[in-house]
Nanobody
Framework: RVQLVESGGGAVQSGGSLRLSCTAS????????MTWFRQAPGQEREGVAG???????IYTDSVEGRFTISRDNDKTTVYLEMNSLKPEDTAMYYC???????????????????WGQGTLVTVCP
């Protein structure tokens, strides 16, 4: 059974840091692009950071320089290190998987095959 299980969310003060983890099972993890998405109340889902099967990364402008996505294929886990957190980063964070046909990371949610249940990040002012 395909599973993506996120962890690491919580409440943090503005300017603080969190590291999210997403552990995958049930598919060939090393051949998939992995992306972190987020969705805040009243807003559309947004692609935050993506990493392809070779480790190339992309970020949305609002997190560039603050967030780092990485993967450990031996652990079938993708991480999102979040630094200098802002209240506007508050959202439910989801990881998603897409088979890497393009050989490039993606922030387009419609292309993803598998989604996790989400982990909540709350940044307090």
């Amino acid at each position: 059974r395909v599973q993506l299980v996120e962890s690491g969310g919580g409440a943090v003060q503005s300017g603080g840091s969190l590291r999210l983890s997403c552990t995958a099972s049930g598919f060939y993890f090393s051949r998939y692009c992995m992306t972190w998405f987020r969705q805040a109340p009243g807003q559309e889902r947004e692609g935050v950071a993506g990493i392809d099967s070779r480790g190339h990364t992309i970020y949305t402008d609002s997190v560039e320089g603050r967030f780092t996505i990485s993967r450990d294929n031996d652990k079938t886990t993708v991480y999102l290190e979040m630094n200098s957190l802002k209240p506007e980063d508050t959202a439910m964070y989801y990881c998603a998987a897409m088979e890497d046909y393009r050989g490039s990371p993606s922030l387009s949610g419609g292309q993803f095959d598998y989604w996790g249940q989400g982990t909540l990040v709350t940044v307090c002012p």
